[in-house]
């Protein structure tokens, strides 16, 4: 709630509009300045309206700043998972303030994300291309399997949006059914009956006599981590292990990195986009993975996740600091937005060194941890 507070300068009236917050266990006060008096009720209501949605806003910020979390299990160090959930949290509360960019975002990641999850594929057809297919049904593309490639995404959000439920084999089949409409409807929403070996790796994926027992241990598996695995690791854990197992003859990426989204999008954070040119560094991650090492992946997919999430950040935080500028006395939260934007700045240029090493080492090297 926010309240005035009045004072007594020789004899001067000066006016503040202050909200207080309790942060472990300390109160912080967010204080606007109103201006010098004398006013009337109706004026002290009306410049407290004004201010009351940035006071409001500012405490939540308070709050992002100074939450730590802690997981039971996770891989990445605590600074890296607090600044996901810092981007994450910041990008809640933002989003009522600007309902329209928010949704054009989504809509953009949601567009690159179908673009590149085909295009790893060896799907041709360009970004534009996918837009017309997915908004306006117009037809693009070489090949008829290309355009449903893209078509079927469409089907598969509108399940997505209506399903309330968690993972299971009967979810996971029905992702594939969609995504490999038109494409191979004979073993769309099935589990492959053959032994198979993936293209370019010399791992081996599961006997197809146990395919179901395997998804099954995946889930229960996924079912036990899911309260105390930091999230962005457990999505990135079951894309790895899903991967392992291989269980379609085709599409097993596609829905793998379906999977993965959405446990992101049930704990509240955005999707992963890879884009196409960084297939290279996803696929040797995955390849790394499969011996055993699952950090690589676990940082690189969490570079693409703070990279996307931090658009809309960085957009407000320049339009926050503005604001901040204008108040004559306000909290130091612009410092925690320049620390916030250090840190960021900071992470991301160790992620990409990492990535660098990882598309210029051998698989025999990086398999020895030497992306390290």
Aim: aromatic share 10%; glycine share 6%; charged share 30%.
């Amino acid at each position: 709630m926010v309240y005035i507070l009045r004072k007594n300068v020789n004899g001067e009236i000066y006016y503040y509009a202050n909200h207080s917050v309790r942060i472990g266990g300390k109160v912080r006060t967010v204080s606007h300045y109103l201006g010098k008096g004398p006013f009337s009720q109706s004026e002290i209501e009306s410049l407290v309206k004004q201010k009351s949605q940035m006071i409001l806003l500012e405490a939540d910020f308070l709050k992002i700043f100074s939450k730590r979390l802690e997981y039971k299990e996770h891989i990445l160090p605590s600074s890296l998972i607090n600044i996901i959930e810092r981007l994450k949290e910041i990008n809640r509360i933002m989003a009522p303030f600007n309902k329209s960019y928010f949704e054009k975002f989504e809509e953009n990641l949601r567009l690159r994300y179908v673009h590149g999850s085909t295009a790893i594929e060896g799907n041709t057809l360009s970004l534009r291309d996918a837009q017309l297919i997915l908004e306006e049904d117009t037809p693009a593309g070489n090949t008829l399997r290309e355009m449903h490639e893209i078509l079927n995404y469409k089907d598969l959000f509108k399940l997505m949006r209506g399903y309330n439920g968690d993972i299971n084999l009967k979810l996971i089949l029905k992702i594939h059914e969609i995504l490999m409409k038109n494409i191979d409807d004979e073993n769309a929403g099935t589990l492959r009956n053959i032994d198979i070996s993936i293209s370019g790796s010399d791992y081996d994926p599961t006997p197809f006599p146990v395919l179901e027992d395997e998804l099954g241990y995946l889930i229960d598996w996924y079912k036990e981590k899911k309260m105390d695995m930091f999230p962005v690791e457990l999505a990135c854990q079951f894309h790895q292990k899903f991967v392992e197992i291989h269980p379609f003859i085709d599409g097993n990426g596609r829905v793998s990195r379906e999977l993965l989204n959405f446990i992101l999008i049930k704990n509240n954070y955005p999707r992963i986009v890879i884009p196409f040119e960084r297939r290279g560094v996803y696929l040797r991650c995955i390849d790394i993975g499969n011996s055993g090492d699952l950090t690589p992946f676990i940082i690189f997919m969490s570079g693409l996740l703070i990279e996307d999430s931090f658009r809309p950040v960085d957009l407000f935080f320049k339009q926050l600091k503005e604001k901040i500028k204008e108040e004559t006395y306000s909290t130091d939260i612009s410092n925690e937005l320049d620390i916030t934007m250090r840190d960021y700045e900071g992470i991301l240029e160790i992620i990409k060194g990492m990535e660098g090493r990882i598309e210029n080492l051998n698989l025999n090297e990086l398999r020895k941890g030497k992306w390290k």
